[in-house]
């Protein structure tokens, strides 16, 4: 896949609104206690943005969840481009959702899920800043 400057722009751009109403689904599934769901979007809302940093940066051969995972490691955060911590967020969140939409008689609890909204937007923060560049 190859996509002019314009297309990889507005790409970019769709993802991280997309980004954005994601968290915000994960605040209003947090206010009602749906724990597991909160977790799936708040990967969901993060990988949004990391697969628009990728793009942004020309970077589309990512077939899979993995290999975002993959890619962004590789060339945001071995490099310090991306807070280390948000490395080990974004992997935690990709296992955590894994676990929460197929693992079986496994949820997650409050105390487990409320502090994640935080560090995510922070997450999301630091990929916008970087698009910014």
Known sequence: ?????????????????KSEETLEAAEL????????????RLYYASFYAVTGLLVKSGIYNTKSHSGVKNQFFLNFIKNKKIDNEFGKLYGDLFDWRQKGDYGDFFDFEE???????????????????????
Do not use: T
């Not at 896949?1 to 609104?17: A, I, N, P, S, T």
């Open 1 to 17: 896949m190859d996509m002019r400057d314009e297309e990889r722009g507005d790409y970019v751009k769709y993802r991280l609104e």
């Open 29 to 40: 599934l947090m206010n009602n206690e749906k724990w597991n769901s909160a977790i799936n």
């Open 111 to 133: 105390k487990d899920v409320k502090p994640l909204l935080e560090r995510v937007q922070g997450l999301i923060k630091a990929i916008k800043q970087e698009i910014e560049g």
